[in-house]
């Protein structure tokens, strides 16, 4: 289901000493989506080695790099983390949320040409998939000026709401940051329209294949019968942080996983319109994969908005090897509950998570409509049985990725729909979404993605340049 698998290398290190490290492993390949550091050691013995989880919140390493880290039996876990340990007390290997930072304050750290470098590659991809504007979900200063030197030369193709990361737990340091970076990036400070620094993200809780997402119920197989997991604040730090940036303007996006979690959240904003009355700031939770059912229709009478990734929302290793055991099999017939948000007026926005997984938005829409594995169609689907239904139809999972979206992203105005008026963002697809089965969805191709008017992507330029390159190629090869 996901597919980051992007691996870097610190070659200018020593043989004996520099890090390997990368990310994208698929946590479901090891007991208990705990991977240990003697698996990692028969592979890189001689070296420090690390590696993030493709979830982002689970850290893999050797035991060379905890040596590094200085984690032994005797180091506490983080106030938002977990160092997961033998039976002895032993760290395993594998890390939790912010017990990642231990090992990852150590690894090179790429350079701004490195990061502009990967940005304008992240959007030629964009395009290629028929996607023009989008939410950057985690931004941070360095990331800011990454898109700042493509905006500064006129080459960010592609309308970006960033979301600072802020942390819950300190309202008024959250609350300057973000103030701080919008008046350095932001389009209103800077002329570069293409860029917005108008939104915050807070990571509320971690996931569930961690038993670090917060739950209203005990999770099933961890040691403390008790465990619910956990949030990354306190209610009062929640709302004050929520009503101090919407109380600047600021959109407010989180990090929900847990059921435990989107209560909270939905009570924050509920404070937040308490202090402010009702405002037009379009708050949204993000992921979402438990919502107990009682706090549904509160998305539509607080305005929030559900951002679906609905690539996650079928019965993958993930679900059924982690998952079901952790939650037991009613609470995961109940997870991604986009049917239901519907039903109860919610607005429900597509995004992907990428790198996490696919940025494609055709992977995630066949799943919102079939709630199956979109490589075996005829496999068992997710959260479609005899009382409940969390499918969309198909012209609600394509409003989610177009209509609703540009209302997401305040857009709404210009862009969203095909209309005299608005401005020419446009995919064209080699067959018609509106009419092929259910099943082939992802497999429909974008042949043109169009711009602001502007062609950015044409496959038929693509098929063009590689023919003269491979034809060029030959007969340098074939020449005396």
């Avoid at 023009?132 to 080459?155: K, P, W």
Wanted: proline content about 5%; overall charge negative.
């Amino acid at each position: 289901m996901k597919d980051c698998d992007q691996k870097t290398r610190n070659d200018s290190a020593p043989d004996k000493g520099g890090f390997v490290t990368g990310r994208g492993f698929d946590l479901s390949l090891f007991p208990g989506a705990n991977p240990h550091r003697r698996v990692l050691d028969e592979v890189v013995g001689d070296r420090p080695a690390y590696f993030r989880g493709e979830d982002g919140h689970t850290g893999w390493a050797n035991t060379l790099a905890l040596k590094a880290a200085g984690i032994t039996a005797e180091t506490k876990d983080p106030a938002h983390g977990v160092i997961e340990r033998d039976a002895d007390g032993t760290p395993s290997g594998a890390l939790r949320e912010d017990a990642i930072e231990l090992v990852e304050v150590l690894l090179p750290k790429p350079t701004l040409n490195d990061d502009v470098a990967a940005l304008r590659w992240a959007v030629t991809e964009l395009h290629k998939v028929g996607i023009t504007s989008i939410m950057d979900a985690g931004v941070d200063e360095r990331r800011l000026e990454a898109y700042d030197v493509l905006a500064q030369e006129g080459a960010l193709p592609l309308d970006v709401v960033a979301c600072v990361v802020v942390d819950p737990a300190t309202p008024k340091e959250s609350l300057t940051l973000a103030q701080g970076l919008r008046a350095r990036f932001d389009a209103a400070s800077t002329g570069r329209s293409r860029l917005r620094v108008r939104a915050t993200k807070i990571y509320l809780d971690g996931v569930l294949e961690g038993e670090t997402a917060a739950l209203l119920q005990p999770y099933l197989n961890h040691k403390d019968p008790h465990h619910t997991g956990s949030i990354n604040a306190t209610q009062a730090q929640l709302n004050e942080t929520v009503a101090l940036l919407e109380g600047d303007g600021f959109q407010v996006h989180m990090h929900v996983i847990g059921d435990a979690a989107v209560r909270a959240a939905l009570a924050a904003y509920a404070h937040a319109r308490g202090v402010h009355g009702k405002t037009d700031l379009r708050g949204t939770l993000a992921h979402l994969q438990l919502i107990d059912d009682a706090d549904l229709p509160r998305f539509k009478a607080l305005g929030v908005s559900a951002n679906a990734q609905s690539l996650w929302a079928y019965p993958d290793t993930y679900i059924v090897d982690i998952n079901t055991p952790q939650v037991g099999q009613a609470r995961v017939d109940r997870m991604y509950p986009w049917g239901s948000l519907a039903a109860a007026g919610a607005r429900v926005v597509g995004g992907s998570d990428w790198p996490v997984s696919s940025h494609n938005p055709l992977d995630a829409i066949e799943v919102m409509v079939t709630r199956k594995d979109p490589r075996k169609p005829s496999d068992k689907a997710l959260g479609r049985t005899k009382t409940r239904d969390e499918a969309l139809t198909r012209d609600q999972a394509l409003h989610a990725y177009t209509t609703e979206g540009a209302h997401l992203l305040r857009q709404e105005a210009v862009r969203g729909v095909i209309a005299v008026g608005q401005r020419a963002d446009l995919a064209v697809f080699d067959r018609d979404l509106a009419t092929i089965p259910a099943e082939e969805l992802n497999a429909a191709t974008v042949i043109m993605t169009i711009k602001d008017g502007a062609v950015v992507f044409d496959v038929a330029k693509v098929t063009t340049d590689a023919t003269t390159l491979a034809a060029s190629a030959a007969q340098t090869n074939g020449a005396p």
